[in-house]
């Protein structure tokens, strides 16, 4: 049977799953860092042993694996397909209402919720490509979900389409649905080993047809300031403001390049996330981004010459600088496997879409689980807009999404 028949679960599921909300906390120490990201993972290991997936399971840490079994007898390499069920912290994931806007034929979208929240082909002209097709939007008070319950729901549907068809030749497929990717601790507790895959895929991209192969390499950095606190009525020549200091620093970055709001494409960037302190004592805390290892280093010499150019008006004060490596580029490995990329290609072109190759400015899942052995580049779930109330995600390439899915395993299997 052609995967083009495939009687499709996707939008329903999705629209059960982000009324679930998942918003995870980067202030929590735990994992999950949120207790209630596991009550949409509790739903996803129920809905699959119904499937028939017997092996499915919610470890203590909120990771759900489950083994779609092999139907060939060939040796097959073992994928895994994987998307995390966390919503971001930078827009509330509560009370998420959907709304299905079916025909799209162009024009503002406007929000039932909240008038002013208005999705506008001119700030998102990735709707020019969506004419006809259907379009799920939240209702403008909260966030949608489709980063990334979009990929949630369609590995769910591809599975429900194996279950349903051991007639499709395919080998063993393991699923894994993660916590916390939002706040950078996705893969922090995966066990590789109970896993056992050995090439993967992350559902988590954003526009049709899009497979990507590259990611920004991340740092952080965090810059301490130790000033000089003493009464302020006998604070000349005395006080040395850590708060002045620290917004001194900050001020001094770059302002015309290097940062999020000036840069695009593979140029990298130094971006301070936080500033907090007070007179004695004050903390920077930086993300630094660039394509190659040798960009971030360059990058990190250039905001610590900062630091020391600002220090020296500050005789009795003092600093320290830390810099703490956060992910790495993987197309760094993703290269040394080209058939990962190169299968994942021929799949979208099988599933009717023409396949576009690009970078990621960002990172995923996929990132760091291609440097713990499983190289992962990243396929488009079909969401956009993420991170705000003007998310939305098409109908027609969710299930474009899972296609490409089933399409991918059978690819594998004929090639083994």
Known sequence: MSSHTIAHTVTERFLRYVQIDTQ????????????????????????????????????????????????????????????????????????????LHRNYQGGDIVLPADAAQIIRPADHPALLEQIGNDIITADGTTLLGADNKAGVAEIMDAANYFMQHPEVPHGKIRILFTPDEEIGRGVDKVDMQKLGAQFGYTMDGETLGHLEDETFSADGAVIAIQGVSTHPGF????????????????????????????????????????????????TIQLIIRDFSTEGLREKAVMLEDIVKSVMKDFAHSSYTFTVKEQYRNMKLILDQHPQVVDYALEAIRRAGVEPVRSSIRGGTDGSRLSYMGLPCPNIFAGEHAFHSRHEWVSVQDMEAAVRTIVELCKVWEEKA
């Open 235 to 282: 604070a000349k020549d005395k006080m040395e403001s850590a708060i002045k200091i620290a917004s001194r620093i900050v001020e001094r970055l770059p302002q015309t390049t290097c940062s999020p709001e000036t840069t695009e494409g593979k140029e990298g960037f130094v971006h301070p996330v936080s500033i907090a302190g007070s007179i004695d004592q004050a």
């Open 24 to 99: 995870s906390d980067p202030a929590s120490p735990t994992c999950p860092s949120t207790e209630k990201q596991k009550n949409l993972s509790r739903v996803l290991v129920d809905e699959l042993k119904a499937m028939g997936i017997a092996d499915a399971e919610l470890d203590e840490h909120g990771y759900v694996y489950a083994t779609i079994p092999a139907t060939s007898s060939k040796n097959v390499p073992v994928l895994c397909f994987c998307s995390h069920v966390d919503t971001s912290p930078d827009c509330t994931g509560a009370n998420v209402k959907p709304v």
